[in-house]
């Protein structure tokens, strides 16, 4: 495998969950009835469709194909929070929780791609910001769940 291929392959994984997380937010902000958390759920997704575009742009000038749309994985994700949503009694904060642990797992997923170290500086630059910008929606999450 190429060095440009396996850099791909590792940046199109961080798209397909940021193409998840940015569906997810968006089903969040249909689940909720708080017009506060309507608006962060609806600024974390469009924040995610920039890290997916970002990634996108990335992957190209690698030479490589970007992914186009996000994982099984991540539907089943979405079609869980859904169904948890339907059945519990604080929707939510049962979606809440689901995004915080959702935003936890796309933050490990960071700092396991960020181990690598073949990765340019503008690519790790960008990694690392998003990295960031993840977990300040944790910090910010965690805030809202012991509000609600």
Known sequence: MKYTEKISNKLNEL???NYDAEK???N???NVDSPRLKIFFK???SERSQFAKDL???ILSYGQ???DDGSFKGTM???WMSLKSLFSSNDEEAILEEAIRGEKASFDEYCEILKEDNFTPSTRKMLENQKQQIQSAINSLMVKEELA
């Open 15 to 17: 798209l397909e969950k």
């Open 65 to 67: 194909i970007p992914e």
């Open 56 to 58: 996108r742009t990335e």
């Open 77 to 79: 994700h979405r079609n």
């Open 43 to 45: 600024n974390r997704a």
């Open 28 to 30: 969040s902000a249909e």
């Open 24 to 26: 997810g937010y968006l």
